[in-house]
């Protein structure tokens, strides 16, 4: 699945950043084309990040669902249950010690939720109370699978970041007066 069908697939972020050439040579590069990989790769994460928790999200939406229905007590309406299913913490969050990004620009955002919506426009995720179990269960299964690829992916573009930041790293520490330009 590409972010934008138009756009060839050399041109996306995420093929330059996995790209085995995008981490060569490093030694070789500027200090400002060093900063710049590692902002891409830095982008690519933020994005991918976001991306996995609006999948996450709407799987658990949807799973809610499902057990609401399978409960032999009466439940509220799922909107009601929202932030109850939403607030439940099952995706601990591990700390990189990096300094917390929140400020995801706004055409990424909209290309996630394109994304997110694209796997699921056929469903009626708007009422998930149309479809029956056995579709329901398709597609937090669906959504379950791509939040797989998208953490798997978001693991290879953090093992790219790492790469950059020893090689910064190992610049400052050489040269202590780097980290001030």
């Known amino acids: 699945m590409t972010d934008t069908p138009t756009e060839h697939p050399k041109n996306r972020r995420i093929d330059r950043v996995l790209d085995a050439s995008f981490v060569e040579d490093l030694g070789g590069l500027s200090l400002e084309d060093l900063r710049a990989r590692r902002d891409d790769a830095l982008a690519e994460r933020e994005y991918l990040s976001m991306l996995r928790r609006l999948l996450q999200g709407r799987a658990e939406i949807l799973a809610a ?11 509220p309406p799922l909107v009601e249950r ?35 919506e694209r796997m699921v426009a056929d469903v ?58």
């Open 65 to 75: 669902e499902l057990a609401a229905r399978a409960s032999p007590d009466e439940q």
């Open 124 to 181: 009626g995720l708007s009422d998930p109370s149309e479809l029956d179990d056995a579709r329901l269960g398709e597609v937090v299964e669906t959504l379950a699978v791509e939040e797989h690829e998208v953490s798997s992916l978001r693991r290879e573009v953090i093992r790219v970041l790492d790469t950059l930041q020893d090689e910064l790293k190992r610049r400052y520490r050489d040269d202590p007066t780097l980290a001030l330009r």
């Open 82 to 116: 929202l932030t109850a299913v939403l607030a439940a913490d099952d995706h601990p969050t591990t700390s990189r010690g990096e300094v917390v990004r929140v400020s995801i620009p706004e055409e990424e955002m909209l290309l996630a939720r394109r994304r997110v």
